[in-house]
């Protein structure tokens, strides 16, 4: 038992000190890194393309855009044939801060977790869901990982529309 409790601290510092490392280095969030860095992979893209990437969300990427458009660090465009369509792009500014800022942990355990087989992915699925249940939190909406931004209280910086919970 002490060796999943040593592990969870582990992760939990890890990803604390990831996220303060961006903080430190661009004055961004976790959540406002990885999203340059997915833009940066596949610019143009699609808002409902990069929430989908992201597993966000659509509105909760809107305010993270939000923030970065304010910054002149992405310009979002609408399409001229569907007005609903909108893409977003990293500016010169933006490119510049993607080239300076580090790996943040989202970024890495997605990777990571892609790289396992189905077989592994399955046994890390079912031992979180049970430690979720032991914490009785099944019903609570999954926030970005230690992201004041995202996590923030509802009405406040984040997500006008609410979480669901669900993969989008």
């Not at 923030?67 to 933006?94: F, H, I, M």
């Not at 801060?97 to 992915?121: R, Y």
Request: aromatic share 2%; net charge positive; proline share 6%.
């Amino acid at each position: 038992m002490a060796d999943v409790l040593d592990n969870l601290r582990r992760v939990f510092k890890v990803v604390h000190r990831y996220s303060k490392r961006a903080e430190k280095v661009a004055g961004l969030t976790g959540p406002q890194v990885w999203a340059m860095k997915v833009i940066a992979e596949s610019a143009p893209i699609r808002v409902t393309d990069l929430a989908r990437r992201m597993y966000l969300h659509p509105s909760t990427v809107v305010g993270i855009l939000d923030r970065l458009e304010q910054q002149a660090r992405v310009v979002r465009t609408r399409s001229e044939k569907d007005r609903r369509v909108v893409t977003v792009a990293l500016t010169a500014k933006g490119r510049e801060t993607v080239s300076k800022v580090p790996q943040i942990a989202q970024g890495l355990l997605l990777s990571g977790l892609k790289e396992l087989s189905d077989a592994d992915l399955l046994t890390v699925s079912g031992g979180l869901r049970r430690l979720v249940g032991i914490l009785g939190v099944e019903g609570m909406p999954p926030p970005l990982l230690l992201s004041p931004e995202v996590n923030a209280p509802e009405g406040k910086i984040n997500d006008p529309g609410g979480r669901t919970g669900e993969l989008v």
